[in-house]
């Protein structure tokens, strides 16, 4: 560790800004060196989804701290005030990573691919910023995928610093629970055979991916372990289209070779999901909270930073502006509070005019036509009329 600590000291110079790669694959043994390397240097950071936990990454060791789209592995820092959750869809990260929060360094991890290096289990806004000048450095991993459908990294842009044999995390789902399964069935209908079906992070998100029954085109932001049961079952048509794996090492071994991963700027790209060239998008999204109007929070509730923006609203407003469909799934109660609510405690995370279909353990509300009173009637009759009040 002496080395890394010496190198990453070496290249991390006093008042610049640092990216960390992120998503499971985001080099763990990287944290601590870097922390260290930080230290009362006047270094500034830049975090992006981090979805496991990330104990030895000290937000303390930085002048400022800024994420882009949050996860388990930042929610204390944010909650603690240790660092700043910036508002974005993930569509705009790359021109924020390109002008007001461009950094000096990305620090990352990657894989030794036939031709090159290459970056393992998550490309997202990594490619941005190498191809708009930005070195890296990084350690290379024997245990992560080749799934970047990119280019061989260029030699002179990378300054591999060590080696490590730590694969990605495993993103691990709790098993569905009843309200997960009904929802998932409801779901499953609203597939079209050949569409294309973008899903989030999640528990309810896996089990809507299982429940599919007709052969469909994965192209969304995360690929969960249920793909690969879909091409088990013959269901995956071609090859899926993604910024992140996420998942266990069963998805990992899948996905190792296969050209998958593609950068936010292909992935969420609304011109190319909305196209009509293309099978229509059926993107499945999830909600903390619903309020009476249709607006959706996947932010958090009341103080806890439990979710992200992510690409929840470039997703939704794709599936509305083509031939596809915007859905929003939830339970209808979490933790015996109605998931619908009078008044977000969040600001809007995706609008109402962005949702075409809500759906609940109780049924389906068909928002499309409709006016505001309208909509406001057919999620109140979805609820029952049971609304939680803002918590205090």
């Known amino acids: 560790m002496a080395g890394l600590d010496d190198e990453l000291a070496r290249l991390v110079k006093p008042g610049t800004r640092v990216a960390l790669a992120d998503g499971p694959g985001t080099p763990r043994i990287l944290h601590g060196p870097l922390s260290r390397a930080a230290a009362g240097r006047g270094v500034r950071l830049v975090l992006g989804w981090m979805p496991l936990p990330a104990p030895e990454l000290d937000p303390g060791a930085f002048a400022d701290v800024r994420v882009l789209m949050g996860g388990a592995g930042t929610r204390a820092m944010v909650e603690a005030g240790r660092a700043h959750a910036v508002p974005a869809r993930l569509s705009a990260v790359p021109a924020l990573l390109r002008g007001t929060l461009r950094p000096d360094l990305l620090v990352a991890a990657v894989v030794q691919c036939p031709d090159g290096l290459r970056f393992g289990a998550e490309v997202?806004?990594?490619?941005?910023?190498?191809?708009?000048?930005?070195?890296?450095?990084?350690?290379?991993?024997?245990?992560?995928?080749?799934?970047?459908?990119?280019?061989?990294?260029?030699?002179?842009?990378?300054?591999?610093?060590?080696?490590?044999?730590?694969?990605p995390g495993e993103v691990t789902a709790p098993a569905?629970?009843?309200?997960?399964?009904?929802?998932?069935?409801?779901?499953?209908?609203?597939?079209?055979?050949?569409?294309?079906?973008?899903?989030?992070?999640?528990?309810?998100?896996?089990?809507?991916?299982s429940a599919l029954a007709v052969p469909v085109r994965i192209d969304s932001g995360l690929l969960p372990d249920p793909v690969v049961d879909l091409d088990a079952k013959g269901l995956l048509l071609d090859e899926p289209i993604a910024a992140y794996l996420s998942g266990t090492h069963r998805l990992h071994d899948w996905a190792d070779g296969r050209p998958i991963l593609h950068p936010v700027e292909v992935t969420h790209d609304m011109t190319r999901l909305s196209s009509p060239d293309l099978p229509p998008l059926i993107a499945l999204n999830s909600a903390l909270e619903i309020d009476v109007e249709g607006q959706v929070n996947v932010e958090g509730v009341g103080t806890a930073a439990a979710g992200m923006i992510g690409g929840h609203p470039d997703f939704a407003a794709a599936g509305v502006c083509g031939r596809g469909l915007s859905v929003i799934a939830t339970a209808s109660a979490h933790r015996g509070r109605s998931t619908l609510v009078e008044r977000l405690s969040r600001p809007v995370t995706t609008g109402s005019h962005d949702i075409d279909v809500v759906v609940t353990d109780r049924g389906i509300a068909d928002l499309r036509g409709l006016d505001r009173p309208e909509r406001r009637r057919a999620l109140l009759d979805l609820w029952n009329g049971e609304i939680a009040r803002v918590p205090k």
């Open 124 to 167: 997202g806004w990594l490619r941005g910023l190498v191809d708009a000048g930005v070195p890296v450095a990084a350690v290379v991993s024997s245990g992560s995928p080749c799934a970047d459908a990119g280019p061989p990294l260029p030699d002179v842009m990378v300054t591999i610093i060590g080696e490590t044999r730590d694969g």
């Open 176 to 209: 569905p629970t009843d309200a997960d399964m009904a929802i998932a069935g409801l779901i499953a209908r609203l597939v079209p055979e050949g569409a294309r079906v973008q899903v989030g992070p999640g528990r309810l998100a896996q089990a809507m991916v």
